[in-house]
T-cell receptor, first 114, second 118 residues
């Protein structure tokens, strides 16, 4: 069975600070990896995804993530956060074939202080 | 981009009644749709995989008779919460995979349905 662990449940940063949110997964086979963002009162939006190829993935809104297979990790990064990045962030995984539903981490609540 | 629409966005029902939630892919066909449940301040939990023209596949611990899923067309899946009780109050979210995608592809999420059982 797959599992996803997000290390930080709550993160508070000031604007312009750099961000890194940790995500580790547990699964023995090929995986697809995702980061989603959920703004207050809104639905899930895909930030970025990794299926194969270059392990450094660039997404929307200046976010990027790096897949490190040896560490089973897919950490999310942003060099300079903005107040509008305040949201809930979810890491998710499914098996390599892509036909399965997603297994989500518990989420990280990010608060950016002006 | 691909759009998935859920209806209703929110619903309040009395304990013991049944509630139907619709999930539609608006601009693509989806043989496979997924239903998730999200409790307050918690993550999404996959409930079931909905397959057009066949029975849904439920995750362990999800009651099939409680949560009825029907995927009668390539653009519509419905989730019916039968004999709802207050503990069924939650946020239900669907997602749909675009049939045009090959291999690993992302699924697109609906906006969710807030169910409150009183």
């Amino acid at each position: 069975a797959q599992s996803v662990s997000q290390h930080n449940h709550h993160v508070i940063l000031s604007e312009a600070a750099s961000l890194e949110l940790g995500c580790n997964y547990s699964y023995g086979g090929t995986v697809n990896l995702f980061w989603y963002v959920q703004y207050p009162g809104q639905h899930l939006q895909l930030l970025l995804k990794y299926f194969s190829g270059d392990p450094l993935v660039k997404g929307i809104k200046g976010f990027e993530a790096e897949f490190i297979k040896s560490k089973f990790s897919f950490n999310l990064r942003k060099p300079s956060v903005q107040w509008s990045d305040t949201a809930e962030y979810f890491c998710a995984v499914n098996s390599g074939g892509g036909a399965d539903g997603l297994t989500f981490g518990k989420g990280t609540h990010l608060i950016i202080q002006p | 981009g691909a759009v998935v629409s859920q209806h209703p966005s929110w619903v309040i029902c009395k304990s013991g009644t049944s509630v139907k939630i619709e999930c539609r892919s608006l601009d693509f066909q989806a043989t496979t749709m997924f239903w998730y449940r999200q409790f307050p301040k918690q993550s999404l939990m996959l409930m079931a995989t909905s397959n057009e023209g066949s029975k849904a596949t439920y995750e362990q611990g999800v009651e099939k008779d409680k949560f009825l899923i029907n995927h009668a067309s390539l653009t519509l899946s419905t989730l019916t919460v039968t004999s709802a009780h207050p503990e069924d109050s939650s946020f239900y979210i669907c997602s749909a995979r675009d049939d045009r995608g090959r291999g690993a592809t992302e699924a697109f999420f609906g906006q969710g349905t807030r169910l409150t059982v009183v």
